[in-house]
């Protein structure tokens, strides 16, 4: 089993660095929020400690008010909002058995205009 453990992981990174060969590598795939709070603190003078606790408290907001059931609209960017998905009955694909889903939360996204046009 190790042996064929072996070759998957190499297979795995494979793809990923044949994407970056396409002109990928001026941009990472994923930025993260420490990435985005850097490049805020650049382009506004600011410490990188400040910009990381900003984008830190922002994402904090967005949770608390999706939490208590807001819509949130960001022009030109979009808006986020929770919508519930009552239960259902659904399959295992395994064994075609009927299963119970329970209801759930989702948070939905749907992009705004000027985001869509820019990519």
């Known amino acids: 089993m190790a042996k064929a453990a072996a070759p998957t992981k190499p297979a795995a990174k494979a793809p990923a660095a ?9 941009a990472p795939a994923v ?13 506004h003078e600011m410490p990188k400690k400040q910009a990381e606790a900003l984008v830190g408290e922002f ?6 008010h999706l939490k208590a059931g807001a819509k949130i609209r960001i022009t ?11 239960a259902r009955m659904g399959r295992n694909p395994a064994t075609g058995e ?6 759930s ?6 992009p705004a205009k000027e985001l869509k046009e820019a990519v």
């Open 18 to 26: 044949k994407g970056t060969e396409k002109g990928a590598a001026s």
């Open 31 to 43: 930025v993260s929020l420490k990435q985005l709070a850097a490049s805020l603190a650049d382009s």
């Open 59 to 64: 994402v904090n907001s967005l949770a608390d």
């Open 76 to 86: 030109g960017l979009g808006i986020l909002e929770v919508k519930s998905r009552p």
């Open 98 to 103: 009927q299963i119970q889903i329970a209801a």
């Open 105 to 110: 939360k989702k948070i939905a996204f749907r």
